[in-house]
Each structure stands twice: as C-alpha cells, then as structure tokens.
C-alpha cells in the first residue's frame, strides 16, 4: 500500500511539476531551481520573510521527494537549504539570517558544507581544522573532504577547533567562509560515478565575528539540524525510486517467462522502498519545527540506504547480467550508475553503522520508534 500525501503536501508536488513542467524536457539545472524558487518552493518550510511559505518541515519533505523524483540534484538542494540554511534560520543572528536565507529561499545560490576530514567522518569530533584568534576575527587553517558542489558554492559552512578542552564535544565552532577567499584552494577528487567530491584546503581564511553561526566552542550542538534532514533519506529514497522504477521499465522488456521469474524480487524491492518512504515521512512528520528527530531519521535513514542497495543488487545480478531488452538503453544506464553510487549509501551523511548504535541505544533504554 503506497502511502498517500496529505492535500497541502499533494497541492506542493503539484505546483513543482506545473513549474517545471513550463520549462520543457530537460531544463538547464540553475533555471530549474531558479523558477522553483521564484516560486517559493524551494524551502516552503522557511518564514515567509526569507522567501518561504511558513508551512511545516513535512510539507518541505513533499516538495524535496518531488524535486528529487523529476530528476533535478536534489543533494545542491539539501545541502544548501537543510545542511547550511537550517543552523543560519535556527541559530543564525538576525543579520546572517536576512543576508543568506532569502538567497538561498531564491534558488540561486548553491552553499556547501566542509565538515569531513580525512581521519573525521561519522566522528566529526575528531576534525583537526582549527581557527586561532586575530584581532576582531580568526584564521582558519585544515584541509576539508567528500565536499560536493564546492566550485559552484559561495559560502560553505566550516567546523573548525576552536579550543581543546577534556571533552571532545566541546570547542568547536561553525562558521560561513567565503569560498572565494584567496586563502581557499579546492581540489577534485574523481568519484565513481557523477560529480566528482572537492578536497577544500583552508589556508589562513580570515573570517570575522559575523561568520560566526551560534556561540563559539558549541558548534557541536548544531550539527544535529546541519545533518538531521540528509538523515532524513529523502535524497537515498529518491534515488532508489527512480532505480526502482528503472529496474521496473527493464523487466518489463523481457520475455513474459523471465518476468515471472523475477517478479517476486520485484515486490520485494518494491515493498523495500514503500517501506523506507513511510518511515521517512513519518520522520518528517515527527520533527518538531525544523529539528528532526535523531532516532526516527536514523531509521529512516537506515531503511532508505539498505533499500536502495538491495534492489542494486538484484539489479545488476538478474538485469544487468543478461542482455540489453529495453529498445533505448535508458533504464540500463541509470541501473549502471546505481551500482556505482549505491555503495556510498553505506557512509555518506553518516555511516549506516552509526544510525545502527543510535537506534540499538535507544531500544536499550526502552524506546522504539514512535
Ligand atoms: C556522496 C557523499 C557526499 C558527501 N558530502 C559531504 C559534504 O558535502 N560535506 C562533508 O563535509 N562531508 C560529506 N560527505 C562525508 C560523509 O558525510 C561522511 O562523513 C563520510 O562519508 C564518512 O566517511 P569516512 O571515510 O570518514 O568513513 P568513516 O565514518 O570513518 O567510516 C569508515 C568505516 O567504518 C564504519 N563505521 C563508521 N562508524 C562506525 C561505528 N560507529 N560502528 C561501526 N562501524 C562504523 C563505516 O561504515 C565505514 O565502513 C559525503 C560523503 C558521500 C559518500
């Protein structure tokens, strides 16, 4: 049983499609989220003040499903609008606010985040980029990984040491840095399939107080919103919609006996992906205002990753292993690049081991999902 969007999520999806569908096939990306934003549909859930629309975190997971659905790179738009506008929105001054959010509410600026280093991943307590003081502001000074998008971004918001105190927790800041700064130098490094990732090196960058997003030292305490909606699984759940749904076109052009066989791993799948959806709907309708909880997007999270890389598997095992049946080639080639993509799902935004001691923590002292 597909689960049904409510009449102001359905009424979203359907002005996304009346905007996109008004630019023709295959609209130029930065048109794309350049009429969406006009719109105001690119961060409903932002007050309408910033260019939203006031509606609920929820709502904004409709449009994000939309958007992903018609093919658009939904991570440019989770990036930007969750991963650096939510910590400027909720704990951003009034003046970071009223600089970046309508920007970014527009659909023209793309913004990344440089929270990964090479020995900090799922560990983010483990970065060594650090800022010391100077004068009015700091100099920030580390290398940053796995950034995306960076050569097209502004701004990217940077966790950087700030201190090191007996915690570990303790002493780091988040701050906005001008990806135009002479001081920072960015690096591709390919990736096996799409857009490569951009090593960020960070040379003396000076930043001042108005970069600061929060306190100083407590930046730890933000990263939950930085990350709670890419854990969220709309952008895997998206992705594995459209595998699905490929996998489903390219069965669908063998003979009726091979369909047959394989038709129980297409429910299978199937059942997967519907599943991984309603729980990262129910994630989304659980957030209280613009924070996501922490278990609810671990397993939708988990769900969305496990789905999307069990129906690539039989993909490429029962689909890609025989000939071409489709006439065009079109649903092997999104198959092909699943299989690429797919193990990423495994760390990305959070190793899935992680959400997995988040979850099995939780079950430990008496809670499961709500
Ligand atoms: C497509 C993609 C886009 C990304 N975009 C960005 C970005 O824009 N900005 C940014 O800052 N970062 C980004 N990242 C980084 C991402 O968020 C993760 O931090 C990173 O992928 C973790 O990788 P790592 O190599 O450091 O792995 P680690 O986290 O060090 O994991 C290494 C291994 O240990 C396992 N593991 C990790 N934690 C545990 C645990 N608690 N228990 C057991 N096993 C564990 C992992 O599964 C993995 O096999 C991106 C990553 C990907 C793949």
């Known amino acids: 049983m597909r689960r049904e969007l409510e009449p102001g999520q359905a009424a979203l999806v359907a002005e996304v499609d009346e905007v996109l569908d008004a630019l023709g096939p295959d609209p130029d990306v930065h048109e794309a989220f350049a009429a969406l934003g006009e719109a105001r549909l690119i961060a409903v859930h932002y007050p309408a003040a910033y260019g939203g629309r006031d509606l609920s975190f929820a709502h904004h997971a409709a449009v994000s499903e939309r958007i992903g659905l018609r093919g658009l790179p939904d991570v440019a738009h989770l990036i930007t609008v969750q991963g650096v506008g939510c910590p400027i929105l909720v704990f951003g001054t009034d003046a970071q606010r009223g600089r970046w959010l309508p920007e970014i509410a527009s659909g023209r600026l793309l913004a990344s985040l440089l929270l990964s280093e090479r020995d900090a991943g799922s560990d983010l307590t483990r970065i060594t980029t650090r800022a010391r003081p100077d004068g009015d502001g700091w100099l920030i000074s580390g290398r940053k990984t796995w950034s995306l998008l960076t050569p097209w971004s502004r701004v990217a918001l940077c966790s ?17 840095v001008d990806l135009a700064d002479p001081g920072v130098d960015i690096a591709p490094t390919p990736r096996a399939a799409g857009e490569p990732y951009y090593t960020v090196t960070l040379n003396d960058v000076r930043v001042t107080r108005d970069a600061l997003v929060g306190e100083e030292h407590k930046g730890w305490a933000l990263l939950p919103t930085v990350i709670g909606f890419e854990r969220g699984g709309f952008d895997y759940l998206t992705r594995a919609q459209s595998w699905l749904a490929a996998a489903g076109a390219e069965l669908a052009a063998l003979p009726a006996g091979e369909q047959e066989a394989q038709a129980a791993d297409l429910v299978r799948c199937e059942f997967l992906v519907e599943s991984a959806r309603a729980l990262a709907y129910h994630a989304a309708g659980t957030a209280d ?82």
Not at 160 to 176: A, K, N
Not at 327 to 355: F, I, N
């Open 289 to 370: 205002g613009l924070e996501t909880d922490e278990i609810d997007t671990a397993y939708a999270k988990l769900s969305s990753g496990l789905a999307a890389q069990a129906l690539t598997r039989w993909a490429t095992e029962e689909l890609l292993s025989r000939p071409a049946a489709g006439e065009d080639g079109r649903h092997r080639a999104v198959l092909r690049a699943a299989a690429a993509e797919a193990p990423e799902l495994t760390v990305s935004g959070g190793a899935q081991e992680l959400q997995l001691d988040l979850i099995a923590g939780e079950l430990m002292i008496g809670r499961s999902i709500r």
């Open 160 to 176: 950087v040491r700030t201190r090191r105190e007996s915690s570990r927790y303790d002493g780091i800041s988040l701050f906005l």
